[in-house]
């Protein structure tokens, strides 16, 4: 299959790099999906993609399958027990205790005591397998409509047939390599309903906490199979999905259909928040660039940025300061609902990748350097 060489940032390394890998490569992916993550006092220090909230605690993830988590804002740290050694890209709970982690090799794991012990609940191969059963239930259901289409539609419908079967093929390759492509989001609304997203347009639906998933790539409009990179809720009960190639889905019913939204920016988006306000949507990514919407989606503004660092994260004080972290250190804060924000680099301009308010006005930052915890401005305290 063709791949496209893009990264997310720090964490995903180059998604093009494992196809280029010969066959021993797919028994080392293999090894990894089945060596449990190795405790180590360096799991603080090296490299994490993602923090979050699981009530009072805080849970992250990064490279070498480390989970860890904290119940005192992050000063001191204990490492869950992890099942397999890929990288984790992402992290969110749908409860206090019912949390979900994915990453590369197309690995899910979930867990049930708040991040202390994990379990694999899907990979790569089997997510493969999902979609191609998709493919072909799409392939089965465009043949239909060319029986009855008229002549004036049946070519238009005869070559999007063959685009689905290329992707299809490209897929059934793909499964001879080994289970390679990451996911790189997760999003649960409760301890049954979720959604997991990633490269080459992966998209998945649970309705029973991860026992069974759903192939969903049919719902969403991206016949290109560009990359999703991340999947939010917004207040007022919409969800959002943004993407590779300036990639915007939104959903007003829970996530049974999705509109694809106009975007202003036709680069990589890697993350997306709702800013607290109903309907508000934040979305950011390569280059700095930052999309605002007060109606989901539907119209937006560009907000100025100089720094012009690729952002990755970005969360929602309680009282209401937006934050967003990137590349090379940087940490934007906003207190006037996205009209402007605040640029700050830190000194060691180390790649941060996530961060979670912590007590008082403070944050804590992962990413390249690990855990620190800051001011809110992103300075290390005195």
């Keep these: 299959m063709?791949?496209?060489l893009t990264c997310k940032t720090l964490g995903a390394a180059c998604l093009g790099l494992s196809m280029a890998w010969s066959s021993p490569a797919a028994f080392a992916l293999a090894d990894i999906i089945e060596t449990p993550a190795r405790q180590t006092d360096l799991?603080?220090?090296?490299?994490?993609?993602?923090?979050v909230l699981a009530g009072d605690r805080i849970v992250a993830v990064g490279e070498r399958g480390h989970i860890i988590y904290s119940d005192d804002d992050g000063k001191t740290w204990d490492q869950g027990s992890v099942p397999v050694s890929v990288t984790l890209t992402a992290v969110d709970f749908g409860s206090d205790t019912h949390g979900w982690a994915v990453g590369h090799s197309g690995v899910v794991l979930h867990t049930e005591d708040a991040g202390e012990s994990w379990n694999l609940q899907l990979t790569g191969i089997e997510a493969t397998e999902l979609a191609i059963a998709g493919k072909e239930a799409q392939i089965a259901a465009m043949e239909e409509r060319i029986e009855e289409a008229p002549e004036s539609e049946k070519e238009d419908l005869e070559w999007a047939i063959d685009d689905v079967v290329f992707t299809m093929e490209n897929m059934q390759s793909d499964l001879d390599i080994g289970p390679v492509n990451p996911m790189l989001s997760v999003w649960f609304e409760d301890d049954q309903y979720g959604f997991v997203v990633g490269a080459y347009g992966m998209i998945l639906r649970t309705e029973d906490g991860g026992e069974t998933w759903e192939d969903w790539a049919s719902k969403i409009e991206n016949a290109q199979n560009f990359h999703l990179n991340s999947i939010t809720s917004i207040t007022g009960g919409a969800l959002a999905i943004v993407g590779e190639a300036g990639q915007i889905h939104v959903s007003v019913d829970d996530g049974d259909t999705w509109e694809r939204r106009e975007s202003p920016y036709q680069g990589s988006l890697f993350g997306v928040i709702g800013t607290g306000q109903v309907n508000e949507i934040l979305a950011f990514g390569l280059r700095g660039n930052m999309l605002f919407s007060t109606d989901l989606g539907k119209s937006w503004r560009m907000v100025p940025n100089s720094a012009g660092a690729t952002l990755n994260d970005g969360v929602v004080a309680d009282d209401g300061r937006i934050t967003l972290v990137?590349?090379?250190?940087?940490?934007?804060m906003s207190g006037n609902d996205a009209d402007s924000f605040r640029e700050h680099f830190r000194s060691d301009r180390a790649g941060i990748m996530s961060v979670v308010p912590v007590s008082g006005t403070n944050l804590l930052i992962v990413g390249e350097s690990g855990v620190t915890i800051t001011d809110a401005r992103g300075k290390n305290l005195q």
């Design 2 to 4: 063709a791949k496209r």
């Design 43 to 51: 799991a603080t220090t090296s490299l994490l993609n993602d923090a």
């Design 326 to 332: 990137g590349n090379g250190g940087t940490v934007l």
